[in-house]
C-alpha cells in the first residue's frame, strides 16, 4: 500500500512561480514511476511530467515542457513539481501517482494516487 499526499497548490497570477510537493509513504522501487497528472472542470485528467524514483529519467507533457520541471528527493520521499511561468490554462485540480511500470503517461496505468491539490492561475 502506498500513501500520497500532495501540498502547495493555491491561487497565483499568470506569470508566476509555484512548487508542488508529493510526499509518500509506503511501498516504493526505484524503476517506479513517480507521475503528475492535472484535471481541470469539465475536462479529463491529463499527464502532465513523470520521474523514475531513481531520477535516471523524466518526461513531460507537450504543453508544460520548458516551464516544468519535475524532481524527487529520495531522503524524503517527496516528489516536486516547479511550475514557472503559469498560465491561466494550467487551472486545475493536481495529482501525484505512483506506476510499478515506470515512466506512463496514460492515468490507467498509475496504481496509488493522492488527493489532489488546488492551483488556480488567474489572467
Known amino acids: 500500500q502506498v500513501h500520497l499526499v500532495e501540498s502547495g497548490g493555491g491561487l497565483v497570477q499568470a506569470g508566476d512561480s509555484l512548487r508542488l510537493s508529493c510526499s509518500a509513504s509506503g511501498r516504493t522501487q526505484s524503476n517506479y514511476g513517480m507521475g503528475w497528472f492535472r484535471q481541470a472542470p469539465g475536462k479529463e485528467r491529463e499527464f502532465v511530467a513523470v520521474i523514475r524514483w531513481s531520477g535516471s529519467n523524466t518526461y513531460y507533457a507537450d504543453s508544460v515542457k520548458g516551464r516544468f520541471t519535475i524532481s524527487r528527493d529520495n531522503t524524503k520521499n517527496t516528489v516536486y513539481l516547479q511550475m514557472y511561468s503559469l498560465k491561466p490554462e494550467d487551472t486545475a485540480v493536481y495529482y501525484c501517482?505512483?506506476?510499478?511500470?515506470?515512466?506512463?503517461?496514460?492515468?490507467?496505468?498509475?496504481?496509488?494516487w493522492g488527493q489532489g491539490t488546488q492551483v488556480t492561475v488567474s489572467s
Open positions: 501517482a505512483q506506476s510499478r511500470f515506470g515512466l506512463r503517461d496514460t492515468p490507467d496505468e498509475y496504481d496509488y
